[in-house]
């Protein structure tokens, strides 16, 4: 269920992304600028419906997605730089909030904060967070989404080492997780390496 989405635009943002160089302005339009591209891929799979509109010359049948039917969900803080992107992409979609961080020492996940829409098990939830490391952040927002009722999940990220992919995806096998980029693996601080450096700093200039 692990799509690394290939396409020389979003090759060619990725490096700015992860030069140490880029500012965080640069940085946060990066994030939501792939998001948006990545959007292109995630979205091949969605349901569209049948409608018909009037051009100004005459009736027209047009395949149109249920906006209302999405919800973006960005884990907090770094999932918030790629749901501007999802939003200009579909507006019409509510947003979720899971608030998350990792222990420093334990690297263990920590909940702080969550607020979603209600019915959940009817809607289609796309969860952002640009970094998949160990996993334990997305795997435990997947499950606390689970747990509220949720039936279909998409993960996107920007940045997974195969360590964060395998935790996702034995803990949560139906849920399709896509990425920009899979990266060497994890330094001694459990962040991912090359990648790109802690990507919640780098958002919001809290170096
Ligand atoms: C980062 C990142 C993920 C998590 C990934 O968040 O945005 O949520 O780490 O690591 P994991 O796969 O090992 O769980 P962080 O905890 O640094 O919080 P922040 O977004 O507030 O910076
Ligand atoms: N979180 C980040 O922001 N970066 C990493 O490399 C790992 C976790």
Redesign the pocket.
Known sequence: MITEIFNPIISHKMAQLRDKKTSTKLFRMLVEEIAMLMLYEVGKNFESKEIEIETPLMPCRVKVLDEKKFVVVPILR?GLGMTEGVLKILPGAAVGHIGLY?DEKTHLPIEYYSKMPPNLDEKILLVTD?????GG?ASEALQMLKDKGAKKIIFMCI?A?PQGIKKVSEDHPEIPIYTAAIDEG??E?????P????????IFGTL
């Open positions: 770094a990792r640009p970094m998949l490391a160990t952040s940045v080492a994890l330094n601080n459990c962040y991912i390496l990648g790109l450096g802690d990507a919640g700093d780098r």
